[in-house]
């Protein structure tokens, strides 16, 4: 196995700091992989097996990808146990591998993986790439290649970024080994951005670590566990964190590492602001599994005014059942809010409705079961819509610009329970439409058209007569 070690800066990429020079001039003294670590990465690739079958003598061969081990088996055995989608353990390297047809003359596999060290009261993160060629019946061909290493100096809050050249584009993203290192300019800023091209060179999120971890005893103190390089937060951030930020400090030593997470990655402020009532949960035992729904339970706790510091409301059995009994409380206060303020803004069209509608207020007819009545305000328009669910107000019904021939009325039962909201044509004398709620018929709506059907003529002569009223009261003004 073939280790590279970092090479010195070549022209262009000279370090130009003190931080720089120190940290390129010690960047071969690094201690170098271990047996253990080199086991493991090896490991870390997606395992492979094919098997492929020759004709007469009726027998398939396995080939590991790992290791190049090709095994015979028998077809009866094949059929019984080796499917493709299928895992099974090469005997010869004991990787567990997925079963797939086809015999590739060579597999190659590049990845790259971490190692974090300490180094003279540095924190190292340490990126290696591995690349492999399998041959069947051949032992693999491999080789690793330091190709990153980020300095962090807690204390005076110094960083450092070595990188080996790269290729990023569209098509493939590709280290460059055997090259000189570079120092990349303001690290922080490449290490967060992610702003490149195609892939985020930097993440330090992308990368698998390996599971044993060298970290300052202040890390550790701290509440540093090295299964934290396992999240999706980013390392630096949670190093600093842990060496600067209290709270920090006492999510990782209560155990909270969901909020632990939250606190780095998102909202610091939030967790900040409800400290004490991730006190009372790890006082109590309690483990958040899902900082996000927590935190929007505790935000609906502070709206309704509940007690934050009481053990039984902020640490619930069942979180997600607690916060939707919160939220849909939350909803009917807003439902009730947009209600109020559709009833203040109907009020203020009442003189535009009564104006062109007020001939036919107090129009009313009923039978056995139905009752049925002019809408004789904006406000009861809004009030009708909000309760079926459908756009009577929504759409102006109300407003004679744009819906001039309609006329509304609601039929109702004898308890006042709305069934139907109907519009009537005052040209053509129709029905235009009946609609109950969410724009469906009701159970009585045969019964309701036919009831409205046959008081129409009733409905156009109180329009006659009312025009004639006011006809006779301008003339007699007039006079």
Not at 36 to 53: C, F, L, T, V
Not at 250 to 255: E, R, V
Not at 282 to 298: C, E, F, K, P, Q
Request: proline fraction near 4%; charged fraction near 25%; aromatic fraction near 10%.
């Amino acid at each position: 196995m073939n280790i590279a070690v970092p090479t010195t800066s070549s022209a262009g990429s000279r370090p130009r700091t003190k931080t720089e020079c120190y940290c390129m001039d010690h960047a071969s003294a690094l201690p170098p992989l271990t047996q253990a670590q080199k086991n493991w990465a090896r490991m870390k690739p997606e395992g492979i097996i094919y098997h492929e079958g020759s004709g007469r003598n009726r027998k398939t061969y396995l080939w590991c990808q790992h290791c190049g081990c090709v095994e015979e088996i028998s077809v009866p055995l094949l059929y019984e146990k080796v499917c493709c989608g299928s895992t099974m353990t090469c005997g010869h390297c004991g990787a567990t591998l997925t079963v797939k047809r086809g015999v590739p003359a060579t597999t190659e596999h590049n990845t790259t993986f971490g190692i974090i060290n300490v180094y003279d009261g540095w924190q190292v993160v340490r990126w290696f790439n591995w690349r492999i060629t399998v041959c069947r019946n051949e032992q693999p061909r491999d080789c690793i290649e330091e190709v990153l290493q980020l300095w962090v100096d807690m204390e005076r809050n110094k960083l450092c970024l070595l990188h080996k050249p790269y290729y990023n584009n569209f098509y493939r993203f590709q280290w460059i080994h055997g090259k000189d290192w570079k120092v990349k300019k303001r690290p922080a800023i490449a290490i967060h951005a992610n702003a490149y091209t195609y892939y985020p060179v930097f993440d330090l999120t992308r990368v698998a670590y390996y599971p044993h971890c060298q970290t300052l005893p202040i890390l550790k103190r701290n509440g540093w566990k090295d299964s934290m390089t396992s999240s999706d937060a980013n390392i630096l951030d949670l190093w600093r964190a842990l060496y600067a930020d209290p709270i920090a400090e006492q999510l990782a030593k209560w155990q909270q590492y969901e909020m632990l997470y939250y606190y780095v990655n998102h909202n610091p402020e939030s967790i900040r602001r409800h400290i004490h009532a991730v006190r009372v949960c790890s006082r109590h035992g309690y483990t958040v599994s899902d900082a996000n729904i927590w935190l929007d339970y505790i935000a609906l706790m502070d709206y309704f005014r509940l007690d934050t510091h009481n053990p039984k409301l902020v640490a619930p059995a069942d979180l997600t059942a607690a916060h939707d009994v919160l939220m849909k409380r939350k909803q009917r206060i807003d439902a009730k809010k947009r209600h109020a303020e559709l009833i203040a803004q109907a009020c203020r069209r009442e003189d535009h409705y009564k104006k062109y509608r007020g001939a036919f207020f107090g129009i009313q007819f009923e039978n056995d079961n139905i009752r049925v009545h002019v809408i004789s305000s904006v406000k009861e328009m809004a009030e009708e819509g909000e309760a079926l669910h459908h756009c009577v107000y929504t759409a102006s019904y109300y407003d004679h610009r744009y819906h001039p021939r309609s006329l509304i009325l609601s039929a109702r039962d004898h308890d006042g329970r709305r069934l139907e909201t109907v519009e009537v044509d005052i040209e053509s004398w129709s029905i235009a439409q009946s609609r109950s709620a969410f724009n469906q018929p009701s159970a009585y709506h045969d019964e309701i058209v036919s009831l409205v059907n046959s008081n129409i003529p009733m409905i156009r002569q109180q329009s006659f007569l009312n025009e004639k009223n006011i006809l006779a009261n301008i003339t007699e003004k007039a006079l």
